[in-house]
């Protein structure tokens, strides 16, 4: 069995069910997040406002990139970087620290969770054909 907490390769089914629900839930919030810190960054005339506004929009795109790809090896370390990249951006605004976070506390879970629920899973399986298999019908 993988990793709980995998860099690479491919997860299993519930991992890769989490953190797939993980990543499509913070590119939306990516998105919104970048378009409110775009237009405060505007109506104050900062320079940087379309570089928020870009870097926002990369995470999001990047999110879901990872999460259809996390049935190959690529995705999980994919995702990774979308964690690392989203608390990258607390550099150009100090507010993504929070989406970052919350973001990546709820990866982290996702992957670990995932890691248990597929042993769960395997166990029962394992059960249920040494039972099958084991009585006369």
Known sequence: MASALPLVG?????????????????APVM??????IWGLASSQGDERANLYLGGGIAVSVLCVLAAGLLRRPIGVSLGWMVQLATILLALLAPVAIIVGVIFGGLWITALIQGHKMDGLTARYAASQQASGSTSAH
């Open 31 to 36: 998105v919104f997040g970048a378009l409110a």
């Open 10 to 26: 491919v997860p299993g089914a519930m991992q890769r069910r989490l953190a797939a629900i993980v990543l499509v839930g913070q």
